[in-house]
Structure formats: C-alpha cells, structure tokens
C-alpha cells in the first residue's frame, strides 16, 4: 500500500494516467487512484498489489457483425473500471465494487450456477474457470479486488467487457506472469459472457476493451482475428465523440440479441453453414425465394444488412486510413440507416408507444442538420446513439439532446490510446 501510495504521491504513475485520461483529468485521476487504494485498504485490512484498468469501448462501424465472424471497427474510450488488487489464500475471488455488496466467488467451483445468469457473479465465475482450463495455476489461490467505474451502465460502452477484461488483466498479471495476450483475455471474456452470463455476445466489445485505440478487426478466424490499429483523431478533424442514453428501460434484451443470430443462423443454415461469413452473397441473393420460406423475411433483412455492413466496416477503416473524414461519415450514416430499416434493431419488437432510441435518432438528425452523423450504437433496442458531432455545434448539441433527454444524458467520449492494463 505505502508503495504504490508513494508513487502516486511522487508522480511515478502520471505517465501512465496521462495516456489514459488525458492532462485536463490528470489531477482528478491522481484522486481517484489514492480513494482506491484506500478503499482497498478499508475493505481487506492489507495493501493492494497493483493498480488496474480496463476501458469501455465504442462501437464504430460493424453492427451486428462480429458473431458472424465479420469485420468491426471500434475504440476504447477514456471511461473505465478502475480497479486495486491483491493476491490471497482463501480459494476465494472477493471483489467489492464502490457502493455495491461485496461479491465472493469459490475457484473451488468452476462450473456454470443456476440462478447466477445475467450476474457480475458469473463473469467472474466464467473468467476464473476459462483461466483454470487453459493451464493457469489457480489452485489454493485467490483474489481481492476494490473497484470503482466511470462506464455508466446501459450507456452501450460496453460495461461488462470492461470487466471482463478487467478480472482478466488481473489474474494474468497477478498468477500467469502476463503471458496471455490482449486478443487471449479477449476471448476468455467472450467465453464468460457465453457460457457462464447466457448473452451469445461476439467477441468485438471484449477485443476492443482488451487492445485499446482504434481497431479493425476481422473475425474470419475467431480462434486467430486480424487487429490493426487505426489512427485516428477527431479533434484534429474538428469532431467531437458523443454517446447518448435514449432514456429507454434497461431491461433484460438478451431474447432481443438472441433473435438476431438465430434468425441469421436460420439463413447460413439452409447453406449449410454456421455463420453468415462464409456464405457467398450471390449464392444468398440467388436463393432468396427458398431462404425467406426457410428463414423469414426478418431473418432475410438482417442478412442484407450483414452483407452491407460487413463491407462498410472495411470501407470506414480505408477512409480513415487515407483521411478521409467525410466519406467515413457518409459510411457511418449509412450504416446507422442500414440498422435501423434492415437488421431492425432500434425499436424493441412490437413496441409502438415506447420508441426511445428511434426518436434520440430523429432529434439528433434534426440538431446535425446534414453535417457529421448519427447511428445506433451497439446491441441497440433500447439503449445508446452514437454521434459524430462538429466542435463549433457541440456546445449546442449537448444542451439541447438534454433538453429532451434529460441532464447527463451526452456523454462527450475520449478515445483511449490503451487497453486492458496494469498501471503499478
């Protein structure tokens, strides 16, 4: 505790917090690492240690893409889970998140638990268990953990990647040596959320949160994706990042996420193929009679999307690596339109009074006013929208969607240059 408190208190971590949160934060950043590290302190009378982080992450083009082993494009962003850790011997992961009842999990039992679905619990559980089957030596060990986080929930960035990469970043660097790569702790989350949560997520929230920056990905192999860095940066081309909670009840949207790939698994299926990927489009386009008496016209649209969108993400990347920021814009809007009429996942199925994101959609298109761009962000149904918006209208944009939305509802996003990482 001494140690790590004396290089905070030295500046020995600023380098570090700088990357990570930028200059204009860094004193709120140096506070937030001493409460931390006291809270550790308060809640299991021993030093932490390290320091952790991992970050939410952004959805930039590539909706619904990822589990059908397509390409994305994505960022992690300057808000995050925030975490003091430690070592210890009671076979025990115990892990006390600021202002929430302290969670314990027995390594002792590394198998999904009914009733522990849809739970922090469970990621645990599931990480732990994925570390343990890979050769980590978790055996008569533990963990304690005091966590605070600045990724708000339902906000689409991707909280719960954030902390499975987290746990995954600590166990690495605490009982592995850090052998597992970024891409690794990646898929061991994907694996958590799989088969421990019960969410059949992709693996593009995870990747993005665990390697940091702008990224491309591509999920032909998912054992082996292809990462490549993007540069990118928005104030330079005189745009701001904006997230926007719609408002919408955050209620469980699992059967919503869990419609779409069964419906474009029904499509690959009449090909005889797991996944839309690997499924020539022409081959789609030449039996679509049969597909929609086989799939249903819903199935059908969602796959006309796939089609299109996995293109696009590829298409973005290529703009923002020759610099071209309007076409990348002209893609975003595109892709946003795509979502919206063919994959439909903006209006929760049969709602009509309730249309939240849709009408967060429509005031932003009207606030923009042709310029930038504006799309679902993430899952969709009920949560965020995702906003390009020029620095001369931000100020404007902001008051006025939290006029209608409500105060704190736009939050302005960094991109975050680093992943999943040990600070100290």
């Not at 937030?32 to 299991?44: P, V």
């Not at 991707?158 to 040596?177: C, D, K, P, R, Y």
């Not at 779409?260 to 797991?274: N, P, Q, R, W």
Request: glycine share 12%; net charge negative; charged share 20%.
């Amino acid at each position: 505790m001494e140690h790590l408190k004396d290089r905070l208190a030295q500046g020995a971590l600023d380098e570090m917090l700088l990357r990570l949160y930028g200059a204009e934060h860094l004193t709120a950043a140096r506070v937030r690492c001493a409460e931390l590290l006291a809270g550790f302190e308060k809640t299991f009378s021993a030093p932490p240690a390290g320091l952790f982080s991992a970050p939410g992450r952004t959805e930039i083009g590539g909706n619904h893409t990822d589990h059908q082993h397509g390409r994305v494009l994505a960022a992690s962003v300057d808000m995050d889970i925030l975490a003091a850790a430690a070592p210890n011997q009671s076979g025990m992961i115990r892990v006390q998140s600021q202002g929430y009842p302290l969670m314990v999990v027995d390594l002792a039992v590394l198998t999904p638990q009914a009733g522990e679905e849809n739970t922090s619990p469970a990621l645990i559980r599931g990480v732990a268990a994925r570390f343990a089957a890979l050769g980590c030596p978790l055996q008569g060990v533990g963990m304690d953990v005091y966590m605070t986080s600045t990724v708000p929930g339902g906000s689409g960035l991707s909280s719960s990647a954030a902390f499975e990469v987290l746990i995954g970043t600590m166990l690495n660097e605490l009982f592995w040596q850090g052998s597992r790569t970024a891409v690794e702790l990646a898929q061991i989350g994907q694996y958590a959320e799989n088969v421990f949560f019960g969410k059949p997520c992709g693996l593009m929230d995870q990747t993005a949160s665990a390697v940091g920056g702008v990224v491309a990905i591509d999920f032909a192999d998912t054992d082996r994706p292809m990462v490549e860095g993007i540069g990118l940066d928005l104030r330079a081309e005189g745009y701001a990042l904006c997230i926007l909670d719609s408002g919408a009840d955050h209620a469980d949207l699992t059967a919503e996420y869990a419609a779409i790939t069964g419906e474009l698994k029904a499509v690959s299926g009449y090909f005889g193929k797991s996944y839309l990927r690997d499924v020539p489009e022409q081959e789609f386009l030449a039996a679509l009679p049969a597909v929609r008496k086989a799939a249903g016209d819903r199935g059908v649209l969602r796959a006309f999307h796939f089609y299109a969108e996995n293109q696009r993400a590829a298409d973005e990347a290529d703009a923002l690596r020759t610099g071209n920021f309007e076409r990348f814009l002209a893609l975003v809007r595109a892709s946003g339109r795509s979502s919206a009429l063919y994959l439909q996942n903006v209006i929760p199925t049969g709602q009509t009074v309730r249309q939240e994101l849709m009408v967060t959609i429509a005031l932003c298109e009207r606030l923009l006013a042709g310029r930038g761009a504006v799309r679902v962000h993430g899952g969709g149904f009920g949560g965020t929208a995702q906003a390009f918006v020029p620095l001369d209208a931000l100020a404007y944009f902001k008051a006025e969607t939290e006029a209608v939305l409500g105060a704190g509802s736009c939050h302005v996003a960094a991109i975050r240059p680093v992943g999943g990482v040990r600070l100290g």
